[in-house]
C-alpha cells in the first residue's frame, strides 16, 4: 500500500470541530517519513469531501472548503463522518448518503463523530453493529438498526464511532495507534500538546447537573425530532 | 454592551486547530439566549479575518475561508490569534501585526494559542508579560520580551496565552467561565461532551518519553530557527 487516502464529508452545517479535530490528528500522518519513529505506516493523504466546490458553512459560523467532490474523492482507505444539526437536510439527500455507502463497503476504516453516526445510519452501514454518538441522540441508534454502547468510541470490527464533538480528537488517536502504532500516536500528541486540562469537569451527563442536563435536553431537542422524523422518511421510503 | 464581538485571526500556513478549537467554543456563546443559564453575557459574534478575503490553507492542508479582511474587521472586544509555521511569514507582515496591534490596543481581552503568542510579541503586546506558547518554543518568548510562565493558560492581566494547539479548547472555556460564568462554560461543555480521554498520556514533555520529546524538537528546528530569525530582524528594523 502505497498511499492512505482519509477522507472527510462535509456539508452545511456540520459542527466543525467534529472534523477539524480529527483532521488535525490525521492529517499529521502524512509525514511519516519526517517522524523517524519506527512505523509499519505508509503515506496518508487526506480528503475533504463534498456534494459541490461551495464553502459549507458549519453550525456556527465557520466557513470550510472543500477539495474535491463526492464524484471526484478517490477510494477511500478511512472515512470520517462528522455531525451538526445539517446532517437532517444530508439525511434526505440521495447523493450524501450514496457516497458514504459507496465509500464504507470499501475502506478499511469507517467511521463517525457525534450524530455524523446517522449517516453511516441512513447508508445502512450500522445494522447489527455497537455504535455511539453524541448523548444527547444515542436513544435513537436503534432506528438505524444499532445498539448503543455507552463509551467515549465504540469499535465493532472496522467501525469506529465516537461520541459528541470532542471526542473525535480522541478516537482520532486509537485510529493512528491502530494504523501506524502508540509511538506514533505518542508523538503526534505531543505535537498538539494534547494534554487536556478542562477548567470544568461537565463534559458528560454523568457528570454535569441535572439542570445542565436538562438545559441540553432542551436545547437538542429540534435536532433530536428532526433527526428521528429524516429517519423515519428513510424507513417508510426503503419498505 | 448589546454585542461582543470575538475575532481570530487568519493566515496561510495556520495550524487550524489553534483556531477550530476556541472557535467552537466560544461561537457557542452566539447563542446565549436559548441557552437560559443565569448569564451577564451578551450576545457573542464571531469573526474570522484575514490579509484578503483569499482561502487560507492550513499547514495540514485544510481550507479555511475568512469572513472578513483585517480593513472590514470591527473593533474587537476578543482578539485570538492562532499559531502554525504560517507565523514566519505573518511576523513579517506588517498588515498582519499591524492588524493585531491596533485591535489588542483596545480589545477587553487579548489572546493567543500556541506560537499565535509571537505575532502579539511582534506587536509588542507581550513586553513585561508573563506568557506561554508551544512547549517546542516557549524559549523564544524573551525574545518579545516576555517570561514564560510554565502553565496551559497563562493568563496576565487582559492577556491569554495558551500552550500548543490542544490548549486552545482550555483556554476557551476559562475565558467563557471569565466572560459568562462557570455555569454557561459547563453548558458548552456539556454540548461539546468534552469530557477528554486521551488513549495515551503523552501530551506534555513531562509526561512523554526523551525520544518522543527529542522527536519532535529535531521536528520543530526549522520552525524554531525560522521565528528567531524573523523576531531578530523585526528587532534590527525597530533600531
Not at 30 to 53: C, D, E, H, L
Not at 110 to 117: D, F, Y
Not at 190 to 201: C, G, K, N, Q, T
Request: charged content about 15%; aromatic content about 6%.
Amino acid at each position: 500500500m502505497s498511499q492512505f487516502n482519509v477522507g472527510f464529508v462535509i456539508f452545511p452545517g456540520i459542527t466543525q470541530l467534529d472534523l477539524t479535530g480529527p483532521f488535525e490528528v490525521l492529517s499529521r500522518l502524512a509525514t511519516p517519513a519526517s517522524m523517524s519513529v519506527p512505523s509499519r505506516f505508509p503515506q496518508a493523504k487526506t480528503f475533504v469531501a463534498a456534494k459541490t466546490m461551495a464553502p459549507a458553512v458549519s453550525d456556527r459560523g465557520l466557513l470550510l472548503l472543500p477539495d474535491c467532490t463526492f464524484e471526484d474523492c478517490p477510494p477511500l482507505d478511512l472515512i470520517c463522518v462528522p455531525g451538526g444539526a445539517g446532517i437532517i437536510d444530508a439525511l434526505a439527500d440521495v447523493e450524501t448518503i450514496g457516497f458514504i455507502r459507496h465509500q464504507a463497503a470499501n475502506a478499511r476504516y469507517v467511521t463517525s463523530v457525534s450524530i455524523g453516526a446517522f449517516l453511516h445510519g441512513a447508508a445502512g452501514v450500522l445494522k447489527g453493529r455497537r455504535a455511539t454518538t453524541h448523548w444527547a441522540h444515542t436513544d435513537l441508534l436503534p432506528l438505524v438498526g444499532a445498539t448503543h454502547e455507552k463509551a467515549r468510541i465504540v469499535r465493532d470490527g472496522n467501525i469506529f464511532t465516537s461520541a459528541g464533538v470532542s471526542a473525535g480528537i480522541d478516537f482520532a488517536f486509537a485510529i493512528v495507534a491502530e494504523l501506524a502504532g502508540p509511538e506514533v500516536a505518542k508523538a503526534i500528541q505531543l505535537s498538539i500538546e494534547y494534554d487536556p486540562a478542562p477548567p470544568f469537569d461537565a463534559g458528560h451527563p454523568d457528570k454535569a447537573s441535572e439542570a445542565a442536563v436538562a438545559l441540553m435536553v432542551q436545547r437538542n431537542a429540534a435536532a433530536h425530532a428532526g433527526i428521528e422524523q429524516a429517519l423515519g422518511r428513510l424507513s417508510m421510503s426503503a419498505n
